[in-house]
Structures are given as structure tokens and as C-alpha cells.
């Protein structure tokens, strides 16, 4: 079917993979509501998307207020016809070990990387639902959401509950001919990092360092996105080493947690290294 004149939310507009999303498929014609905290980075995205053959509008929406997401809905329901995508996108990271990773940060990851989707569904998944064939979510979660990586467990739980929400929407809406794609990307550059709470600082640079030697971009990861939507496909996991990750836990799950606390031992700092056995 084709894309033109579609109707789509984006949330984490203002920058990222939000923000590159936006531009690919305003190249198709799309029209969006770009939703974002962020005002600022969210008018130069829609600066972007229409320079890219898009419409588009800039809506602030702060993910964890359910109040903010209803009055969305009924404010695009007034004027559009249909609505053909939601796409959750909006996260934050962090890094801590369990025990040190403070509460409040915590609640943080929990209440935008994970409230915030789900939030997001419960709003507008029964619109959704009036255009059987025709509409689409996108939910992005991360590698993290199985990888399981030690000293990130606030955001993988975040993400792994993104996961299984969007395992679950693709039972749900399949007799109502919606599409759910669920988004597993890597380590690509975005500004997450800068913007998180870190336990050590070796850890953000640690993370970072990644960023920066991927070959992967917001661009070619929003265009995997964007593939898998057209052809209704629930897992989109992106990057090699995420793909041998997701791989090798399905295969042996023990064996791939044997191995990632082995790492993880090899990597603790000298003062914090457990006492050894006899």
C-alpha cells in the first residue's frame, strides 16, 4: 500500500532516532506529529521533515503523564481522519550496579523507557485497531532488552518490558490487522549517553567509546525500521554483534550467562573485586 498521505506519531522526536524516523519517512510522503519534551530540538526536526517532503507538527508531550497522552489523542482524533503509526521511541539511559544505582533513577528509566510505551499503546491502540491492514506500532527497545549486560539493569529491565509488551501487542493485533515491530538495536551514536546517570564515570566512556566505533547510524537504523513496518515484522534486531548476542542466548542461555559474568568479573576494578574461593 502506498505511504502517501500516512498519518504518524513519533515520540523522542527532538533528536536521534526519533528525530532520523521522522526525516525517513518524510521522504514518503508521511505526515507526523512529532512529540517531545524537547521544543526546540523538536521545531528543527520538523524544519527537517518538511525540507524532506513531509508535513508534520510539533506536539509536547512529556511520555510518563498519561493526561499529556489522552489529550494527544483527542486533539489528533479531532483533525485526522485515521492514524497509520505509533511509534514510541522516547528513552533515557543509565548505567549502576544493583544496590548503587539510586531508586530515583530507577523510577526515571522505568517511567519513560517503559510507562511511557505503554502509556502510548493504551491510548491509542483502539484507534489504531479501526484500520485493520493499514496501521502500525513501532516500539523501540534496544540489544539491551536481552543481552542482559551487567551493571544496566534498570534500563535493560526497561527495555525487556518493551519487549515483552510488543511480543504480546503482536498476539492481541494480529486478528485486527495491526503490524507491531519491535526495534533491537545495538550500540549506535545517539545522545543518551550524555544525558544519563552513570554510576562511574568509565562506565559513560565505556559506552560512548562503543557509540562511536559502530557502523551503525540513527539513519540506517530508522531504515531497518522502517523495511521491517512494511513488512510487518516483530523483531528487528540491528547490528552483528547484537544479532550474534540474540543468537547465541536463544541457543544456550546458561552457557551466554556463564560468558557475560565472566567479562564482567575481568572488568571489575581491583578495589571492587569479589573476595576469592577457596
Known amino acids: 500500500m502506498s505511504d502517501e498521505r500516512r498519518t504518524g506519531i513519533i515520540t523522542g522526536s527532538a533528536s536521534g532516532l526519533g528525530r532520523a524516523l521522522a526525516v525517513r519517512l518524510a521522504r514518503d510522503g508521511w505526515r507526523l506529529a512529532l512529540a517531545d519534551v524537547n521544543e526546540q530540538g523538536n521545531r528543527e526536526t520538523l ?6 517532503g513531509g508535513k508534520g507538527r510539533c506536539e509536547r508531550l512529556d511520555v510518563t503523564d498519561l493526561d499529556q ?30 544496590g548503587r544505582f539510586p531508586m530515583a533513577e530507577w523510577r526515571r528509566l522505568l517511567e519513560v523507557n517503559l510507562w511511557g510505551v505503554i502509556h502510548g499503546c493504551h491510548v491509542f491502540v483502539e484507534w489504531l485497531k479501526s484500520h485493520p491492514g493499514r496501521s502500525q506500532i513501532i516500539n523501540t527497545a534496544s540489544a539491551a532488552a536481552f543481552a542482559a549486560a551487567p551493571s544496566m539493569a ?5 527495555k525487556a518490558g518493551v519487549l515483552a509488551l510488543s511480543e ?20 549506535f551514536l545517539t545522545g543518551l ?17 562503543r557509540m562511536q566505533l559502530s557502523s551503525l547510524t540513527a539513519d540506517s537504523v530508522a531504515e531497518f525500521a522502517v523495511q521491517a513496518m512494511r513488512r510487518r515484522k516483530l523483531y528487528v534486531v540491528v547490528g552483528r554483534r547484537a544479532r550474534w548476542l540474540w543468537r547465541l542466548k536463544r541457543w544456550s542461555p546458561m552457557l551466554y550467562l556463564t560468558l557475560v559474568a565472566a567479562a564482567y568479573g575481568r572488568e571489575l576494578p581491583p578495589e571492587s573485586s569479589p573476595p576469592s574461593r577457596l
Open 47 to 52: 524544519q527537517l521533515v518538511e525540507q524532506a
Open 69 to 98: 497522552w489522552s489529550a494527544l489523542h483527542d486533539r489528533l482524533r479531532s483533525e485526522w481522519t485515521q492514524l497509520d503509526l505509533l511509534a514510541n521511541n522516547a528513552g533515557v539511559a543509565g548505567a549502576g550496579d544493583v
Open 154 to 158: 534498570a534500563y535493560n529491565v526497561s
Open 168 to 187: 504480546t501487542l503482536c498476539a492481541e493485533l494480529r486478528p485486527y490487522g495491526v503490524g507491531v515491530t519491535v526495534l533491537c538495536p545495538g550500540f
Open 193 to 209: 549517553v550524555e544525558q544519563g546517570h552513570f554510576e562511574r564515570e568509565e562506565q559513560r566512556q565505556a559506552a560512548l567509546e
